[in-house]
């Protein structure tokens, strides 16, 4: 016997009924209209003919089946609604209206099992997929059951004039109330005049040093909703117990001293106060949860519940750094960052205000005079000359010129399995001078920031830069992936080669380009004249050709126009540049990695070395009087996944700084992608046939001995030896080359991802404090990060970036315990102000200054 098919749930007979009421009563309506909706009906003609009706009733006309006929013509859809005919149906196919309610509650009841059945269809598809874990699918099925069950069922966009009819409901009851709180009551009257109290799918961020009194703030203010204004309120307390929370509230609540009732020494008065405290308190609507390291899924699932059964009207998580994320990352500070994404999710989700408590960092303390907080504190810093890496250019840009442009654009940054990717930053903001530090890697990359900002490291994730020392590994790319066109040919590029490594383009002088090698003299003499018309002067002197391009004919006489190839060197922005200022021009920069390669081997060519030692080594060097320019070649080798190393020494009176790659894997891509040409490109060839010969030695390509450990794990429990994995092991840190192999024999995927990843660990050389300089800040929300001076740094403080509110509790004198100031630094939709707020630490309690004029009076 086949199948019976199963028709989603729907009834004919009750839309027809419900319709056919409508028609035949133009009052009946006022009995439907409120809940039900055009897309609840199941048949098309049904859904087309309810919509007239709202349409007609909207604008005060009268509902019968001639005009709800004309209102389906000017909408053409009569025909899809079954035309007249079908009308005269419905007139017929009921009797009387009286009904009409039971009827609609039928076609919603229908409505609501559909999508129930298509809800469980897509939680059924989330639980199949493999790639998510088994919590996010929990938390998926859960926020669509609870959708259906609160209807509130998500749509892709709603009518504009709907909005409008709910804010207009909302202002009208607003001017009823005559200047009341559009918000959630705080309790203190200078705090809610400010925010007009705390609003809906607002998170609010409540940031102290410990011991100001965020907690007792927080409490302050749950007692006010729940006690006060009998709104429920839910308190998430990460750190203290329930039972510590309690006997806070009610030392609040008696007004008696906490000292007293810590220690039992209460005397009937306060007890007789305390047993007033403990009947209000148990009539008030607050609910604690103090399950510690709570997820922001589990916090949701729990608030869901909550309004669910109760209703809710604020939310308080104590402390937003104490939470979990479901992901469990090695990566702590980026963790925080997706919970307080997750925190500002929720306060939309269940449209309520969100109050987190977060901690702020040592770098307060350390400031001079009045330690007050800033919204910097909430950010990690680096200085405005930071260059970050466009993905969509090449170009790189400081982030001071990213803070003047307003222009937002795509950085280079690190996915979720370790791939250098192009990632959407959102705008640069200026944080102030701030305390800064320049961390020097063991390559010689630089980088200055402030103390609290975050550097990957390979055990413990994110580290602020003020908890690193020498020696410790920092991440860094190996290799800088771009997809970019050919901004010139492959001749001028290597052309600017030979003339910024030993050319001269000074202001008012001929151009010219110098070199011994008559093989390469004469390419560069060649490209001038087909790429610019220009004719080269030659004069040999101390064993080199000395040349000199200019623009004349064959006669002798000048071209009109001028030199081409000078024009050009203007047109890209380095003419006029000498010896102690040269820089790779930005065209090189923003073109494909053959015209880069071209560019590189000019310059190696023109004033670069190879050399075979007598340990049997070989080494490519490069070196300068302008430290700039052998970052930039350091940045353009990265292109090839080439890793040298900057230092710095001295020739006489002048500074030089040397550029190296000196180990085989980087010397063999060196000869294989960029080369040499002339006498150079010979020891090239032997170099690169001794270094094929002797195959790899990445020394400076290897993982940190975690990793090993991981390994020998691993092997430990398939039951293999070393012997097994082909890899000796001596206790040292692991090549990339061998990790693949090993990941491959053990099929262990964190393995392959490492093995794969475009990261480098590098250890860090120095960390030297510098002053106080200008910083800025830069968010990139996808992934959290971005590359600056060529290492990973993590992205900008989220808190401040995803918070509608932001505020401060602080002391001006630390030796005052009672004056504490709460500075409202960050109002997406209103002003700023700093509130004087009075604490008496023996009654756990914040005053109002109006709250304490009157205690001043008594």
């Known amino acids: 016997m086949a199948d019976k098919i199963q028709v989603p749930p729907h009834s004919d007979e009750a839309e027809n009924c419900i319709l056919g009421s409508l028609l035949i009563d133009k009052d009946a309506i006022s009995s439907c209209a409120e809940f039900l909706r055009p897309e609840h009906f199941y048949k098309t003609p049904n859904k087309l003919i309810y919509q007239a009706i709202l349409d007609l009733y909207q604008d005060r006309e009268p509902i019968d089946i001639v005009t709800v006929k004309e209102e389906l013509k000017k909408a053409q859809g009569l025909t899809k609604a079954g035309g007249s005919a079908y009308l005269t149906q419905l007139v017929n196919s009921v009797p009387t209206s009286a009904h009409v309610e039971q009827y609609a509650n039928i076609v919603k009841n229908n ?71 559009r918000g959630v ?39 006010y909703v729940s006690v006060k204004d009998k709104k429920p309120v839910g308190f998430f307390s990460l750190e203290m117990s329930k039972e510590e929370l309690v006997d806070r509230l009610l030392v609040s609540q008696a007004d008696i001293d906490a000292w007293r009732l810590k220690t039992g020494k209460l005397d009937e008065n306060d007890f007789s106060k305390l047993s007033d405290a403990m009947g209000v308190m148990a009539e008030s609507t607050l609910f604690i949860d103090d399950t510690p390291a709570l997820s922001v899924l589990e916090m949701r699932t729990k608030a869901r519940r909550l309004m669910s059964e109760n209703g809710l009207s604020l939310i308080i998580v104590d402390y937003l750094q104490l939470a979990s994320s479901i992901r469990q990352r090695d990566n702590r500070v980026q963790e925080v960052s997706e919970i307080s994404q997750g925190l500002k999710n929720l306060a939309r989700e269940l449209k309520v205000p ?27 810093c680096l200085v405005g000359e930071t260059l970050v890496l466009r993905a969509d250019t090449g170009q790189r840009c400081t982030l001071e010129s990213l803070y003047h442009s307003k222009e937002k654009v795509s ?38 920031a402030s103390g609290n900002h975050p550097f990957l490291t390979p055990d413990d994730g994110w580290i602020a830069l003020e908890n690193l020392k020498p020696k410790d590994l920092i991440s860094v790319p190996e290799k800088l992936p771009y997809n970019l066109d050919d901004k010139v040919s492959f001749n001028k590029a290597r052309l600017l080669g030979y003339l910024v490594s030993d050319g001269s383009y000074k202001k008012h002088r001929a151009c010219g380009f110098t070199n011994a090698d008559l093989i390469v003299a004469n390419d560069a003499m060649r490209i001038a004249e087909k790429e610019f018309g220009v004719v080269s002067r030659t004069d040999d002197h101390n064993n080199a050709c000395n040349i000199e391009f200019v623009s004349i004919f064959k006669n002798g006489y000048g071209k009109p126009g001028g030199n081409n190839l000078i024009n050009w060197l203007k047109e890209i922005g380095i003419h006029g540049q000498g010896t102690a200022n040269k820089r790779v021009p930005d065209v090189i920069f923003q073109s494909s990695n053959k015209v880069v390669s071209e560019f590189l081997k000019g310059l190696f060519t023109g ?122 092991c001596q206790n040292k840190r692991m090549s990339r080359l061998y990790l693949k192999k090993v990941a491959e024999k053990l099929s262990d995927k964190k393995l392959k991802m490492l093995s794969e990843s475009d990261l480098y660990w590098e250890e860090i050389k120095s960390i030297e404090p510098i002053g ?70 023996d009654r756990i309690k914040f005053y109002s200054a109006e709250r304490r004029r009157e205690e001043e009076k008594k």
């Open 607 to 728: 004033d670069g070395t190879i050399v075979h030692r007598k340990s049997g080594r070989w080494e490519v060097k490069y070196s300068s009087k302008n430290k700039d320019l052998i970052k930039d070649v350091f940045h353009l080798l990265l292109r090839f996944g080439i890793s040298s190393s900057m230092r710095q020494g001295r020739k006489g009176v002048f500074e030089i700084f040397t550029l190296e790659i000196n180990d085989r894997d980087n010397i063999g891509s060196f000869v294989n992608n960029i080369n040499f040409i002339g006498k150079k490109s010979v020891r090239a060839s032997i170099c690169g046939k001794e270094v094929s010969e002797k195959g790899t030695n990445p020394r400076g390509n290897l993982f940190p001995i975690s990793t090993t450990t991981m390994v020998a794990n691993l092997k430990n429990e398939a039951g293999l030896s070393w012997r097994d994995l082909g890899y000796r």
């Open 111 to 181: 409505y609501t099992k559909r999508e129930l059945i298509s809800a469980a269809a897509r939680i059924s598809e989330s639980s199949f997929d493999e790639t998510q874990e088994a919590a996010q699918a929990l938390d998926k099925a859960e926020a669509l059951i609870f959708g259906l069950s609160q209807k509130h069922l998500r749509q892709a966009f709603i009518p504009i004039k709907e909005a409008l009819a709910e804010s207009f409901d909302r202002l009208d009851e607003l001017h009823k109330t005559a200047g009341g709180l």
């Open 354 to 380: 969100v109050l987190a408590i977060s901690q702020l960092s040592r770098a307060v303390e350390s400031r001079g005079g009045v330690k007050r907080p800033q919204l910097s504190d909430l950010r990690e």
């Open 772 to 841: 106080k300089e200008n910083t800025y800040d830069i968010c990139v929300p996808a992934h959290h990060n971005f590359i600056a001076n060529d290492i990973l740094v993590h992205n900008s403080g989220a808190i401040e970036q995803d918070a509608d509110v932001v505020m401060f509790l602080y002391r001006e004198d630390d030796e005052d315990l009672e004056n504490i100031n709460l500075e409202i630094a960050k109002h997406r939709n209103g002003p700023l102000r700093r509130i004087h707020l009075r604490f008496r630490g």
């Open 185 to 223: 009551a705080t309790g203190f009257k200078d705090l809610d005049n400010t925010l007009a109290g705390m609003q809906a799918s607002n998170l609010l961020i409540l940031a102290a040093r410990p011991g100001t009194g965020k907690t007792a703030l927080a409490l302050n203010i749950a007692q």
């Open 411 to 448: 950085l280079l940054a690190m996915n979720n399995v370790g791939k250098i990717v192009s990632a959407k930053a959102e705008k640069v903001t200026y944080s102030g001078k701030k305390d800064v530090f320049r961390l020097t890697s063991r390559s010689g990359r630089e980088i200055i």
